[in-house]
């Protein structure tokens, strides 16, 4: 039963993360995400402990949401940075030139899609003609330096 509350949660967040995105806010889409996951796994969590009390049926309900939210996270930041769905989604409005297609997978426009990305989620600044390194940037990339090192791999 704890598993039926876990995957009603789930679903609620995903409707209502489609709901959020339909909002104009500054926020990303892993933002709004959070905004409506978070709230309803504290609420999940609370029921679960109350309901079910310390046991394995509470925790696995409440892992099975946290795990549900992490899959669902990664799937849909993999899938805006997907080439094909970017491609689907030129078709989708309409017939267009193949030399539309290629022109939006030319490497600069790709460097400058990037680019863009960056400085909306606030990781570079752009400073006239040069682009710099946010405090949020360098933050998350002394977090990276940290993992990486952690977990052996090179800087290259």
């Not at 409005?93 to 193949?98: F, H, M, R, S, W």
Request: aromatic fraction near 10%; proline fraction near 3%; hydrophobic fraction near 55%.
């Amino acid at each position: 039963m704890a598993i039926v509350f876990a995957l009603a949660a789930f679903v609620l967040a995903v409707l209502l993360h489609g709901i959020a995105m339909r909002i104009p806010m500054q926020l990303d889409s892993v933002r709004r995400f959070l905004m409506v996951g978070i709230p309803l796994g504290a609420g999940l969590t609370a029921f679960a402990l109350t309901r079910f009390g310390i046991t394995l049926s509470g925790f696995a309900a409440i892992l099975l949401y946290a795990l549900l939210c992490e899959l669902y996270l990664f799937f849909f930041t993999l899938v805006i940075s997907s080439v094909s769905v970017t491609m689907l989604i030129m078709l989708r409005q309409g017939p267009i030139e193949a030399t539309a297609l290629v022109s939006t997978y030319d490497p600069n426009e790709m460097v400058q899609l990037r680019v863009g990305r960056l400085i909306k989620t606030g990781f570079v600044e752009r400073n006239g003609d040069r682009l710099a390194i946010t405090q949020k940037g360098a933050k998350l990339h002394r977090t990276f330096t940290v993992l990486r090192r952690f977990f052996g791999h090179s800087n290259t």
